[in-house]
């Protein structure tokens, strides 16, 4: 298969297979990145809250318990609260509480703790209601229903009859292994749970990272099918006397009541479709036992009795909010129900996710070592943006969650398996090139020629190219310091070489050779460089401020060993033109190198820059690419040894800092009239521009030129040039 695909594709369809199991298989970490991105989606566009509020929650708060005394309340301040609730027109009122004890304020439990009531008051406390009875008489007068938490023990039922329970129905498979059971359940005391309308689990499951998205409507307690909470109040409104379960083979998939049907996950879990924490939506328990509150805010509308105080311990995190009571929860799974904005992620999604991954990837396995990095590029970020824009709209318009971070990374890590194995099939090739000529050519060489193999030839390419020399200057007065110490001459040598050569290596430049203390480089070559005389320019300016840098722990280092300090100074030269580059040498050894009149004329400029007094020459055309960024002037016109023709030449002072520099915009004034005034036989006129100029000048470390103007013209007052002179200057040495 391997030979027939290729290594790459091969190892791709594997990966894309263990990939699709592992989807399947559905891990702790696929999950909460799924997870994690439907969180973003209700941050992003969270539920707009129904402005009519079919939802409200009485508060047992903090207020309320300073007021009323601490939870739990004698069952006779609940029953005043239902009373009250009922009176106001709420159509349900249910229960985020559990009543699972006796009422210890009940008059016959205070009868029989306090020990000093004679015996009629004893007896009369006796005969007196509970408040137990008084609470399910006034549950029996309203439409209740209360909450039931599921535990992980058993607990007996205290009553002889069985307690009440609302009848659920299935159609399809026995969905009892997909649905969320716990062996026991903690129930209200049996007078409640006789006169409540409905009975319904408040238990929330938080996720595995403790965030609650997803609620059960139907747990299995006790080995029988029990409904939640708000799946019970949505019983009682629709007027049904059971609930009708509907699975198939992978799980249940809606439960169903009379005219009503809720899709759910295979687990019979619902996602909670949230709005941000809504504090109109809140009463004050304190009020409502009070009567001080507004009959039109619970009439006809569902009314939840929970607590948001944080000691009750029933405060939740959700994708909105990091503290949200769970009775708020409970009244937005109901809103969002009630108004039809419900999310919802059916056994299908998992389906489309894997076929859109199969199908995604086996797109990338296919084209992806025919097209270029460009289309391939533009491919992937149209799958990318296409899959998280029909995520996205599915949820925005239909409330479906559909996973598109798991196509997209098991896409993503398929292409990089592509081209992980064809980043390792060229790399094993240019091993073979590398480990074949490494021992013979230059690394730079070697690199050009592991990239490309075909370059493996003598010849070359006309380019245009800006080259350098540089050299030491009196470096034979120091090599003659070192005639007993050769060693201490090498390592002095590598010690100026490295920090030159990294200045030019860190603008692009390449090494053409050393020649003892000199170096010769190149630019735009072997690969293109649109700024090369910008990069050269720089370099040559790096490589002054390094050799500084070297001569300062020189002259230290010489001063503590008491010896005398001899400064390394270079000069450097720069000319652009046509050259040839390319392999030269012979059929069983050559190198790459640079050959032409422009290398020429590099050399001999470099060779001038101790004559001028300047640090850096540039030939003409160098200097008229880079004369508006970089500090340069003219420092004359000159015929070198070897050519015919004049060559304009020029001085880099410094970068475009330098240029700005009121020294440098003197200097340039004064320097131009100079030149100027000396060309048209002015002496006068270019002394005084001269004698304007020398001040800067020395700042900048020129006022060696100007010596060297100031001999020329006392000798041409004494011996004047003839009429053909045209301010050329004729260099006797290279």
């Avoid at 695909?5 to 263990?18: D, E, K, N, Q, Y």
């Avoid at 008489?137 to 992980?152: E, K, W």
């Avoid at 100029?693 to 011996?719: C, K, V």
Wanted: with cysteine; glycine share 8%; aromatic share 8%.
């Amino acid at each position: 298969m391997a030979r027939r695909f290729g290594f790459g594709r091969t190892l791709s369809i594997a990966l894309l297979a263990l990939l699709i199991a592992i989807r399947i298989w559905d891990p702790a970490p696929v999950e909460a990145v799924r997870l994690r991105t439907f969180d973003a989606f209700q941050a992003l566009k969270p539920r707009e809250p129904h402005p009519a509020k079919p939802v409200m929650i009485v508060d047992i708060d903090e207020a309320s318990m300073r007021e009323l005394g601490q939870w739990p309340w004698a069952r006779t301040i609940v029953a005043d609260m239902v009373k009250n609730l009922t009176a106001a027109g709420a159509v349900v009122v249910a229960f985020d509480i559990v009543f699972a004890e006796h009422d210890r304020l009940s008059p016959a439990s205070i009868a029989s703790a306090l020990s000093q009531l004679d015996d009629t008051t004893r007896q009369t406390l006796r005969e007196l209601p509970t408040n137990d009875d008084i609470l399910a008489d006034a549950m029996r007068r309203s439409r209740v229903i209360l909450g039931q938490t599921a535990l992980s023990v058993a607990v007996p039922w205290p009553d002889p009859e069985p307690p009440p329970q609302t009848g659920i129905g299935k159609l399809g498979p026995d969905p009892a292994s997909f649905l969320p059971s716990f062996p026991g359940v903690l129930r209200n005391v049996p007078a409640l749970e006789k006169a409540a309308i409905g009975r319904g689990l408040f238990t929330i499951l938080p996720e595995r990272d403790g965030i609650v998205r997803r609620v059960p409507m139907i747990v299995r307690v006790e080995g029988a099918e029990v409904p939640t909470l708000s799946l019970e109040i949505l019983r009682v409104l629709t007027g049904g006397d059971s609930i009708l379960l509907r699975s198939d083979e992978a799980g249940v998939q809606a439960v169903r009541l009379p005219g009503f049907e809720m899709q759910t996950d295979p687990h019979g879990l619902v996602w909670v479709h949230f709005t941000p924490h809504d504090s109109s939506r809140f009463l004050s328990a304190k009020d409502v036992v009070a009567g001080r509150f507004p009959p039109e805010q619970v009439a006809n509308k569902i009314v939840l009795v929970g607590t948001s105080a944080i000691g009750l311990l029933d405060n939740k995190t959700t994708p909105l909010e990091r503290s949200m009571p769970g009775v708020e929860i409970h009244a937005q799974i109901l809103e969002s129900i009630l108004t039809g904005q419900v999310l919802s992620a059916p056994g299908y999604a998992t389906a489309i996710e894997l076929l859109v991954t199969v199908a995604v990837a086996a797109a990338i396995i296919i084209f992806a070592p025919i097209l270029g990095a460009v289309p391939l590029l533009l491919f992937g970020a149209a799958v990318a943006g296409s899959l998280g824009a029909a995520s996205w709209y599915r949820y925005s318009h239909s409330g479906l969650l559909i996973d598109a971070t798991f196509p997209l990374a098991a896409s993503f890590l398929v292409y990089l398996t592509l081209v992980f194995t064809n980043y390792f099939r060229e790399q094993v090739d240019r091993s073979r090139i590398r480990s074949a000529f490494g021992q013979y050519l230059s690394p730079a060489l070697v690199e050009q020629l592991a990239q490309n193999p075909e370059k493996l030839k003598l010849g070359g390419e006309q380019r245009v190219m800006t080259i350098m020399f540089s050299d030491v200057r009196g470096f034979t007065t120091i090599s003659e310091s070192y005639k007993h110490d050769p060693q201490g001459l090498t390592a002095l040598m590598n010690r100026f070489l490295t920090p030159l050569t990294n200045a030019i290596l860190d603008r692009n430049g390449t090494i053409d050779k050393y020649m003892g203390d000199a170096i010769m480089a190149f630019w735009n070559a072997p690969l293109d460089d649109p700024r090369q005389e910008e990069n050269a320019c720089l370099a040559a300016l790096d490589m002054l401020r390094r050799l500084k840098a070297v001569n300062a722990e020189r002259e230290r280092e010489a001063a503590e060993a008491g010896q005398a300090f001899i400064p390394l100074d270079v000069g450097v030269g720069l000319n652009t033109g046509t050259c040839v580059v390319g392999n030269m040498g012979s059929n069983l050894r050559f190198d790459y190198s640079v050959l032409g009149d422009t290398v020429n004329l590099a050399s001999r400029l470099e060779g001038q820059s101790k004559f001028y007094g300047v640090k850096i020459v540039l030939g003409s055309s160098t200097a008229a690419k880079v004369r508006d960024s970089f500090a340069v002037i003219e420092i004359d016109l000159i015929r070198v040894k070897g050519k015919t023709e004049p060559e304009q030449i020029f001085a880099l002072v410094g970068d475009g800092a330098v240029r700005t520099s009121p020294d440098f915009e003197s200097l340039a004034e004064n320097h131009a009239r100079m030149i100027a005034r000396y060309r048209e036989r002015d002496w006068d006129g270019a002394e005084r521009a001269m004698e304007a100029a020398r001040e800067p000048a020395g700042r900048l470390g020129l006022s060696g030129l100007y010596d060297l103007y100031e001999e020329r013209i006392t000798a041409f007052r004494s011996d004047p040039p003839g009429p053909e002179w045209k301010g050329i200057y004729v260099a006797l040495s290279k």
